[in-house]
């Protein structure tokens, strides 16, 4: 079990079956990790991150040491720098405000280097934000956030949604129309999916862009296999708040 806090000088912590040791290796990362997971037979973190002096998006921790993950580390970006991790068909995925190259939300680790998924990728900014999710669905890698892509001769509009089938970033219908709950740009856009009886939700705060006025704060929707749907089919659901996640109870959907 490995446990990570923010603005800790040893942010990384395993269990022993007795106590919390420290991950401290030679250097150590400082400051916050945001996610972690195995890959390759490592522990790979994500976060803003310290390691020897210099700032990196993701470390790999092989046993003894941490190292950055990537010849080219992944540099934050304007909404906070690499957020979580994924493997996704044997590959590291991150996602979040990235910088290589240019402002991309989703990247993948490819020869011992990061570069962005997709030519061209999702862009993230000022304005558009960041990937704020990531899932697995019918094989395909799917992404949310606050983001928006134009259409033109590389690929087509993206709009707070849009999905991986192995070699290009694709629309699920229209997108999400995302709700103005505040200028608070973390609060924006999808925050959470999640795979339940075999359909694909998404939470946050966020519609279907079909018929949806401006700046209503609604929360959920449903992927029905050609559309973006509220949970009833009829008029969409409003909260006062932006929903953060869901997660499936057995039969039961919770929020």
């Known amino acids: 079990v490995v446990a990570s806090w923010r603005f800790s000088p040893l942010p990384v912590l395993a269990w022993d079956g007795a106590a919390w040791q420290p991950l401290t290796g030679a250097p150590a990362p400082v ?13 790979v973190i994500a976060g803003d991150l310290f390691l020897g002096g ?11 040491s941490w190292r950055p993950l990537g010849t080219n580390a992944v540099a934050l970006g304007v909404g ?11 590959e590291l995925v991150v996602r979040g405000a990235l910088f290589i190259g240019g402002e991309v939300g989703v990247a993948v680790l490819r020869d011992n280097a990061w570069q962005p998924l997709g030519t061209p ?4 900014s000022p304005i558009n934000g960041s990937v704020n999710a990531l899932t697995v669905f019918n094989g395909d890698l799917i992404a949310g956030g606050f983001f928006f892509r134009a259409a ?15 070699g290009a970033w ?9 709700s103005a709950f505040s200028s ?10 999640e795979v339940f009886n075999g359909r694909l939700y998404a939470f946050g705060a966020i519609g279907p862009t079909q018929g949806a006025p401006n700046n209503s704060p609604y929360g959920a929707m449903v992927w029905d296999g050609q559309r973006w749907q509220t949970l009833n089919g009829g008029p969409l659901q409003i909260f006062t708040r932006p929903l953060n996640a869901g997660a499936a109870l057995g039969d039961t959907l919770a929020i």
């Open 152 to 166: 033109s001769a590389q690929g087509p509009q993206l709009q707070s949604i849009a999905r991986w089938n192995g």
């Open 170 to 178: 694709a629309p699920m219908d229209e997108g999400a129309f995302v």
């Open 121 to 124: 990728g999702i862009p993230t």
């Open 54 to 64: 210099s700032r990196v998006g993701v470390a790999a921790w092989n046993g003894q």
């Open 184 to 193: 608070v740009q973390a609060d924006l856009g999808v925050r959470d999916f």
């Open 80 to 90: 906070g720098g690499a957020v979580s991790l994924a493997v996704y068909n044997g």
């Open 31 to 43: 400051f916050r990790v945001l996610d972690s997971v195995e890959f390759e037979g490592e522990l």
